[in-house]
């Protein structure tokens, strides 16, 4: 069994999810780097020095590129420099190692700005919620159905899109009002509590969806398991005929957080319901929008005063 067969095993013991690990075993990227770089004839962990790994992360913030032929985002250099912690704490549980050149790795700093998250605005989501809960004109009442649910679980329950697509009926505590995500990221679970509104949507749902025999929450218009694509499009689709820009369930996601966050929730709180691993993801949404940013420094015209 090589390294990468040893690592993937020793994360599947860690409890990290499928998704989880194919990211980790991105190592052989950086594995191959260095083999290039050293003119070696294979990869010898031992012999990684701290100089190294700041060597990789100049060429990842430097040289490296994306699908799209552009340099990475910081926090693209950042996950795959904690994928190279990740590796080297399984070198030194594992014995391979007996130092660990990665501990003095820094992340990349990350310009903070909040226009890269994008949540709906209260006129928005009031047109959002007004189209979705008519049913005129409505064609197929199973997508319909299908669909409020969806947006709902969204823009209610503050999932992510692999998330929604990865429901099974007995994660639907309808009974209890709880709703519990078991492949959140990082592999961790949580459990979501369902407002009235959620309630109606999910019960109205699985009310016209419960003759298929797949225990797939959310099913395709073939009655089988949605891609995240699948998902996507169906959202996009709605935010085309709402005449809404950049809409995906992200936004729903953001727009869940944000509002949380403006009713007064605790940073806490919200990250607890919205699966964050680190507070600095929830601060995002403490910060105005820039919709709020405009209207606050529009409201300084003095057009009024002459």
Known sequence: MNSLENFSKWLQEEGRSSGTIKTYLQIESFQKWWVA??????????EVTVLDLQDYKQFLVQHARNKRGGRLAAATVNKLLQVIRTYFKFLI??????YNPALKIKNQKIQKSHNTVR???DKEKIRLLRKINNPEGMKNTWHYKRNKAMVYTFLMGG????ELAGLIIPDLGLAKR???????????ERD????????QALSEWMEIRKESPDEIVFLSQKKGKFTLQGIEHVISKLGEQLGLEDFTPHVLRHTFCHDLIIKGYALQVVAELAGHEDLNTTRIY??????ETKKAVNSLSMGDSF
């Not at 549980?93 to 007996?98: D, F, M």
């Not at 709880?178 to 961790?188: C, D, E, F, I, M």
């Open 37 to 46: 770089e050293k003119i070696a004839d294979r990869f010898e962990p031992e």
């Open 159 to 162: 999932l992510r899109v692999s």
């Open 286 to 291: 403490t910060m105005p929008g820039e919709r």
């Open 119 to 121: 949540w709906l605005e």
């Open 192 to 199: 979501i509590p369902i407002n009235d509104d959620l309630f």
């Open 178 to 188: 709880r709703l519990t995500v078991h492949n959140g990221k990082g592999g961790k």
């Open 93 to 98: 549980e594992t014995g391979v190692i007996s």
